[in-house]
């Protein structure tokens, strides 16, 4: 399983976005991509058991940070980066949550 992305609605209701696999955070972590470009995906580097919450502020800034270092990342990932992309640009999206098992 992934890391999984819930946005709130103006209401406080949760609702599942998507999900970052297990697959592409090892290619950022452990494989691909050097720590200095790490960003703001460095709050989601452990894996289990973290509760990430980002503002609209740091929702641009880890799409940013997901464009950086998407030379690093083999083609297979490219699809999964540029969906979590476009999901997350939706300025609805006030803040999220990332969270792991």
Excluded: C
């Excluded at 209401?11 to 090892?26: G, P």
């Excluded at 503002?55 to 980066?81: C, G, H, V, Y």
Aim: aromatic fraction near 14%; proline fraction near 1%.
């Amino acid at each position: 399983m992934g890391l999984d992305i819930y946005f709130y609605d103006k209401d406080n209701k949760e609702y599942f976005l998507a999900e970052i696999s297990k697959k592409l955070h090892n290619q950022i972590f452990y494989k691909n991509v050097s720590s200095e470009q790490w960003g703001i995906l460095s709050k989601i580097k452990h894996y289990y058991g973290i509760e990430v919450n980002l503002n609209r502020d740091q929702i641009i800034e880890f799409i940013e940070r997901l464009e950086a270092i998407k030379s690093n990342i083999p083609d297979e990932f490219t699809n999964e980066i540029d969906e979590l992309k476009s999901i997350l640009s939706n300025k609805e999206y006030r803040y999220i949550t990332i969270a792991g098992d």
